[in-house]
């Protein structure tokens, strides 16, 4: 985890990772008081933050291989499937550059299970509710 912490983020010290998506949070979001309440770790990082208040949001950073122009399309589609009803998060703002990543924001979905897309059983459902 460590390694791929590293290689999206260009640091694997817990204090400056956190410090870079809560000042996200706080910069382009203002969110109040945000708090670090989960991290994932794999083609990018994904940060699960709350605010005073308890508002939840998804921070997602691309691994450095994306483009900007690549999450503004990614963000436009799902925005348009999210407009039609299709159950996706609503992105909240457009891809963002902060610190020399790229950062996309989304509503925070707490309801169901995840999805995992290796489970042959979870990819067939998400196949048919497409």
């Known amino acids: ?7 999206i983020l260009g640091t694997t010290d817990a204090n400056t990772i956190e410090d870079i998506a809560l000042g996200f949070a706080r910069v382009h979001l203002r969110l109040p008081e945000p708090k670090l309440i989960g991290f994932e770790v794999s083609v990018g990082a994904v940060f699960f933050v ?5 508002t939840k949001v998804i921070l997602k950073v691309l691994s450095p291989d994306n483009s900007l122009l690549d999450a503004e399309a990614r963000v436009h589609l799902q925005t348009f499937l999210y ?4 159950p996706c998060p609503e992105p909240l703002i457009e ?4 610190r020399g990543l790229i950062f996309v924001a989304e509503a ?11 489970d042959v059983n979870d990819r067939t459902l998400m196949a048919k509710c497409l």
């Not at 709350?50 to 308890?54: D, E, I, V």
């Not at 925070?108 to 290796?118: I, Y």
């Open 108 to 118: 925070f979905l707490d309801q169901g299970n995840t999805a995992n897309g290796h």
């Open 50 to 54: 709350q605010a005073a208040g308890g």
């Open 1 to 7: 985890m460590q390694l791929l912490a590293g290689s």
């Open 83 to 86: 407009r039609r009803g299709f």
């Open 95 to 98: 891809p963002t550059e902060y």
